[in-house]
């Protein structure tokens, strides 16, 4: 079965940087692309950024352009986000989802990490 | 940017009644709306794909329908573990966004 593990959460005062990871397994990595969605406390759900299966294409919601990274390494079956320049306003819990294939939405989705932006 | 509006945002139910939640596009995305069900500290699962298209798993009192800009979310025969957050999410254009959520409640 699809599982997806995000990891690399916590406290982090503002400005600083956070990695998080998404270990994937029950599925050929490789083959699907990636997104990352976030929540903030008692907030809906905001999609932050996308890649495709072999990393050719990322995309990122202006909200975190020019801060944030995704990236993958299908060797190791892992995505990533490199969250640069952290805000108040990057709380939040940050899911990676598996992008269908075809299709660009999100079908199984991780349990999420918690990033808190606080000094 | 598409921006997706869900009514209701809150609705209290009982079990068995049948109900329907709405999402409107600002712009038109053809078929490429998607449902989502978020119970309490979970992770979003999803429901319906591409407007109607029931997802592995999902049982068949959920339904969906609509094009265009005017979507739905129907479900029947409501049961007490249906209490959760319901989302509307395109994925029609870049950026993709979700509708605000209708959270629902079962009494």
């Known amino acids: 079965q699809v599982q997806l593990v995000e990891s690399g959460g916590g406290v982090v005062q503002p400005g600083r940087s956070l990695r998080l990871s998404c270990a994937a397994s029950?599925?050929?990595?490789?083959?699907?692309?990636m997104h990352w969605v976030r929540q903030a406390p008692g907030k809906g759900l905001e999609w932050v950024a996308v890649?495709?299966?072999?990393?050719?294409?990322?995309y990122y919601a202006d909200s975190v352009k020019g801060r944030f990274i995704i990236s993958r390494d299908n060797s190791k079956n892992t995505l990533y986000l490199q969250m640069n320049s952290l805000r108040a306003e990057d709380t939040a819990v940050y899911y990676c989802?598996?992008?269908?294939?075809?299709?660009?939405?999100?079908?199984?989705w991780g349990q999420g990490t918690r990033v808190t932006v606080s000094s | 940017e598409i921006v997706l509006t869900q009514s209701p945002d809150f609705q209290s139910v009982t079990p068995k009644e049948k109900i329907t939640i709405t999402c409107r596009a600002s712009q038109s995305i053809g078929s490429s709306l998607h449902w989502y069900q978020q119970k309490p500290d979970q992770s979003p699962k999803l429901l319906i794909k591409y407007t109607s298209q029931s997802f592995s798993g999902v049982p068949s009192r959920f339904s969906g329908s609509g094009s265009g800009t005017d979507f739905t979310l129907t479900i029947n025969s409501l049961e007490a573990e249906d209490a959760a957050t319901y989302y509307c999410h395109q994925s029609s254009s870049l950026p993709y966004t979700f509708g605000q959520g209708t959270k629902l409640e079962i009494k």
């Open positions: 989802a598996r992008k269908t294939s075809p299709g660009t939405f999100c079908d199984y």
């Open positions: 029950g599925f050929t990595f490789s083959s699907y692309g």
């Open positions: 890649t495709w299966f072999d990393g050719s294409n990322k």
